[in-house]
Structure formats: structure tokens, C-alpha cells
């Protein structure tokens, strides 16, 4: 668990290291991020960069050595990131085209979600799942950069691709499903969502959820959830329902 010492005031350049082992005093070996340092940041020896390991822990590092040879840096302090939110979020979103699923990773990324499932519906489009998971290496790197540009201190998980059913038998917590019939003002969002730490959040596809689906999913617990009277695109729907249920459980309002 790490400690706050003072803080979180380091570089503005942020990069999750995952593999590393930062210990404040100690060299560290920047060489998985040297190119960025070099040729895309143009950074120079002296500048400050921040790592992050994962854990909601930061260190602020000054770059000792930055050429074609090596990369390194020495970790200047360790602090505990703020902005992680408490609340433990789950994205149960069902396969989109390219681009729309990619943006449903960035922006439930920068808004908080602690972890995302593929799911594959009677209307998903994208399938099977031996397919998907040809794409994780992108949708990795687009959770890490959302995650660094928004300042968060760990790294959402995506998880593999689930089927509609056995979906439905893991979601924890709270468990809300975003659906365009429920209605208007209706009981998914339940005063529970204000103090609940664990919450998951299904939702649909393009062509939306089925009547079958919908019915399945109720009758494992599933609560529906209106998101007005206007039918929303599948993910703005998500982002949309992210950002609802992260707001009443506290997690968008000022910091301390």
C-alpha cells in the first residue's frame, strides 16, 4: 500500500511501468519509454517525468541518462494518487464497431471505470471471440494513454469476452443494466448506487438489448436503468450510464 508523502507533484509526463520496481533513492531503467522521451517529448537529462506502477502509487523521477545507449532516471519520492475513485466500477459492454468500442475504453477510462468485460450479445456484430482478442493489444494501449492523460494510478483492466449469459452470472456488487425500454426514471438507479463501493453496469449493443435478453437478465438481478427519453447510440449510452452512476456514488464531485 503506498504512502502520501506530500503532494502528488511531479512531471506532467506520466507513463504507467508496471514492470518496474521504483524505490525512491534508486536508479530505475527507463528504457521501455525512451523513444517517447527522445523523439516524441524531446526530454532532456534533469527533466521530471512521473512513473506509475500500478498499485495508485506515483513517483515523481528525474531523468539521469537519455540517449541511444540508455535510458535512466532516479525516483525522487513516492506519493499515493487522489484521483483514483473508491467506488469499484464494471463495464459489462457489449462488443461495438472499431472506433465506437475503442471511444467507450477511452472515455470510461478518463471517467473512472476500474474494469471493463466484452460482452458478446444476440446483436453484437463483432464476433467470435477468437477475433476479439486479436484486438486487446490496441485496446491495452488505448486504456494506458487514457489512463496517464487523465491522471489515474492504476490501469483498468479489460477482461475476455463473455457470452450474454454467463455475463449476467458475474456481475458483482450492484448490478445495473442501461436499457433503452425501462422506464423513464426508473428503479435501476436505486439510493443503494450512493453508497455502494461495488457496481456493475451492463450495457448493449447497436441494435440494443432483446426482449429475451432483457428478461434474462432481470431474472438474475440485473436492475434497469433509464437513461431518459431520448434512445442514446450504444456508446454514448455507455459513457452516458458510466457517468451517472459514477456522480451519485460521490466520485465526480470536488476533491477533498
Same mark, same amino acid.
Given at each position: 500500500?503506498?504512502?502520501?508523502e506530500?503532494?502528488?507533484?511531479g512531471?506532467k509526463?506520466?507513463?504507467?511501468?508496471?514492470?518496474?520496481?521504483?524505490?525512491?533513492g534508486r536508479?530505475?531503467?527507463l528504457a521501455p519509454i525512451?523513444?517517447?522521451?527522445?523523439?516524441?517529448l524531446r526530454l532532456e537529462?534533469?527533466?521530471?517525468?512521473?512513473?506509475l506502477?500500478?498499485?495508485?502509487?506515483?513517483?515523481?523521477?528525474r531523468?539521469?541518462s537519455?540517449?541511444?545507449?540508455?535510458?535512466?532516471?532516479?525516483?525522487?519520492?513516492?506519493q499515493?494518487?487522489?484521483?483514483?475513485?473508491?467506488?469499484?466500477?464494471?463495464?459489462y459492454?457489449?462488443?461495438l464497431k472499431r472506433?465506437?468500442?475503442?471511444?467507450?475504453?477511452?472515455?470510461?477510462?478518463e471517467?473512472?471505470v476500474?474494469?471493463?468485460?466484452p460482452?458478446?450479445?444476440?446483436?453484437t456484430?463483432v464476433?467470435?471471440?477468437?477475433?476479439?482478442?486479436?484486438?486487446?493489444?490496441r485496446?491495452?494501449?488505448?486504456?494506458?494513454?487514457?489512463?496517464?492523460?487523465s491522471?489515474?494510478?492504476?490501469?483498468?483492466?479489460?477482461?475476455d469476452p463473455?457470452?450474454w449469459?454467463?455475463?449476467l452470472e458475474?456481475g *458483482? /456488487?450492484? $448490478?445495473?443494466?442501461?436499457?433503452e425500454e425501462?422506464?423513464? #426514471? &426508473?428503479?435501476? +438507479?436505486?439510493?443503494? =448506487? *450512493? /453508497?455502494? $463501493?461495488?457496481?456493475?453496469?451492463?450495457?448493449g449493443?447497436? #441494435? &440494443?438489448i432483446s +426482449?429475451?435478453?432483457? =428478461? *434474462?437478465?432481470t431474472?438474475?438481478?440485473?436492475l434497469?436503468?433509464?437513461?431518459?427519453p431520448r434512445v442514446?447510440?450504444?456508446?454514448?449510452a *455507455?459513457?452516458?450510464?458510466?457517468?451517472?452512476v459514477?456522480?451519485?456514488?460521490?466520485?465526480l464531485?470536488c476533491?477533498?
Open positions: 500500500m503506498p504512502t502520501e506530500g503532494s502528488e507533484d512531471g509526463n506520466r507513463f504507467f511501468l508496471t514492470d518496474v520496481n521504483a524505490v525512491p536508479q530505475v531503467d525512451s523513444h517517447q522521451l527522445r523523439s516524441v537529462p534533469g527533466s521530471v517525468i512521473t512513473l506502477d500500478g498499485s495508485g502509487a506515483a513517483y515523481p523521477t531523468i539521469d537519455l540517449n541511444a545507449a540508455e535510458a535512466t532516471g532516479r525516483v525522487l519520492a513516492m499515493l494518487v487522489r484521483s483514483e475513485p473508491d467506488l469499484q466500477l464494471t463495464l459492454q457489449c462488443v472506433e465506437r468500442f475503442e471511444w467507450v475504453l477511452q472515455k470510461g477510462t471517467l473512472g476500474s474494469r471493463f468485460v460482452v458478446i450479445s444476440s446483436r456484430v464476433r467470435p471471440a477468437a477475433r476479439l482478442l486479436s484486438k486487446y493489444e485496446w491495452n494501449a488505448i486504456v494506458r494513454e487514457a489512463a496517464e492523460q491522471r489515474r494510478g492504476r490501469l483498468p483492466a479489460i477482461e463473455l457470452p449469459r454467463e455475463a458475474q *458483482a /456488487g450492484l $448490478r445495473l443494466m442501461a436499457w425501462a422506464r423513464a #426514471g &426508473g428503479s435501476g +438507479l436505486l439510493p443503494e =448506487a *450512493a /453508497g455502494a $463501493r461495488c457496481i456493475s453496469l451492463l450495457v449493443p447497436e #441494435g &440494443g +426482449l429475451e435478453e432483457a =428478461a *434474462a437478465a431474472g438474475r438481478g440485473w434497469p436503468l433509464s437513461l431518459g442514446l447510440r450504444a456508446e454514448t *455507455a459513457v452516458a450510464a458510466a457517468a451517472v459514477l456522480h451519485t456514488a460521490g466520485e464531485g476533491p477533498p
